[in-house]
Nanobody, 121 residues
Framework: QVQVVESGGGLVQPGGSLRLSCTASGSIFTLNTMRWYRQAPGQQRELVASITNNGDTDYADSVKGRFTVSRDYAKNVASLQMNSLKPEDTAVYYC???????????????WGQGTQVTVST
């Protein structure tokens, strides 16, 4: 079994900061790319940021310069540091990870349950 769990969401005022964490655990043989998505009410889920095994990162234009994705490879954790938050950043934030399980030959994508981020006065 493999689990992906997000944490760190909450309520923050505009201009504030939050740090989200995504932890992968279980029967993991290899943990490849990890990604952060978000979904606002009535909108499609969008890719926010990603980080590969090599540390290569990519960001949506809407968050460049404000969000930073990082990884702790020893702990199988990906973090999303969000600064200068805006009301339009309000959404449920999801993490996914490309994982090859122990004993498996293929790589599957596992999703977390999501964490709510609300930016409001």
């Amino acid at each position: 079994q493999v689990q992906v769990v997000e944490s760190g969401g909450g309520l923050v005022q505009p201009g504030g900061s939050l740090r989200l964490s995504c932890t992968a655990s279980g029967s993991i043989f290899t943990l490849n790319t990890m990604r952060w998505y978000r979904q606002a009410p009535g909108q499609q889920r969008e890719l926010v940021a990603s980080i590969t095994n090599n540390g290569d990162t990519d960001y949506a234009d809407s968050v460049k310069g404000r969000f930073t994705v990082s990884r702790d490879y020893a702990k199988n954790v990906a973090s999303l540091q969000m600064n200068s938050l805006k009301p339009e950043d309000t959404a449920v934030y999801y993490c996914n990870a490309d994982i090859r399980r122990i004993g498996a030959w293929r790589v599957d994508t596992y999703w977390g349950q999501g964490t709510q981020v609300t930016v409001s006065t």
